[in-house]
């Protein structure tokens, strides 16, 4: 029997459990990441992916689609 997947959601995202929003988990050298309200979907990249991507988050270069 495998472990069960814990999933991390940003604290921006707020407390409340009824609140959507993206999730991230690591499991067997590979990130994983799913929207809370479709969790049947999920992505899997690895870590250099994922740090190139914050980067690029960290320095606006997606502030244009929110």
């Not at 604290?11 to 309200?37: K, N, T, Y």
């Amino acid at each position: 029997m495998s472990s069960p997947i814990n999933w991390q959601k940003s604290s921006f995202s707020g407390s409340d459990a009824e609140i959507q929003c993206v999730e991230l988990a690591a499991v067997d050298g590979r990130i994983l990441l799913r929207e809370s309200e479709a969790p049947e979907t999920v992505v899997a990249t690895d870590r250099d992916k994922l740090r190139a991507f914050l980067l690029g988050v960290k320095a606006g270069e997606f502030d244009h689609l929110v």
